[in-house]
């Protein structure tokens, strides 16, 4: 059981709003203790941590990144390549969470650097189940680096 008396701070880049509202009750629903943070692609995703811009001025470093791979403008396989050559945040772990079942997008999310691949189930309950899975092992079983 971990500790840790502040919020897990996650980043959810997803260009789909009912998207983003699912993870966030997921995450509600299994009681994960993190302050979700959800921009609509790799462009606002890395505004984001950059701290760019007075929209982003305040944000938090992430603890965990959760990334869509499709999305307009800046997609996850280019967010993915970007953050993984950025010394100052190329530790913060990135879970690819999308629709896709290729392969060729697994392979190459992890060649780029990817912690993990998750393909959202379709299935609300499920879904709910495989977020409260990934918060079982981010939050409570992995030793996070710490935040700046």
Do not use: C
Request: zero cysteines.
């Amino acid at each position: 059981m971990n500790l840790r008396l502040q919020p897990f701070v996650v980043l959810l880049a997803e260009d789909e709003p009912a998207d983003a509202h699912l993870v966030k009750v997921a995450i509600d629903e299994n009681h994960i203790p993190a302050d979700l943070n959800a921009v609509g692609d790799g462009r606002e995703a890395l505004a984001f941590l950059r701290r760019e811009g007075a929209r982003f001025a305040d944000a938090p470093r992430p603890d965990l990144i959760l990334l869509d791979l499709n999305m307009p403008r800046m997609d996850g396989r280019e967010f993915l390549a970007a953050i993984k050559q950025d010394a100052a945040l190329r530790n913060i772990p990135v879970v690819v969470l999308t629709t896709s079942e290729v392969e060729r997008d697994i392979i190459a999310s992890y060649d780029l650097g990817a912690a993990g691949y998750i393909t959202k189930p379709v299935d609300f309950d499920q879904f709910v189940k495989a977020i409260g899975q990934l918060g079982d092992y981010w939050f409570s079983l992995v030793r996070m680096p710490r935040r700046e």
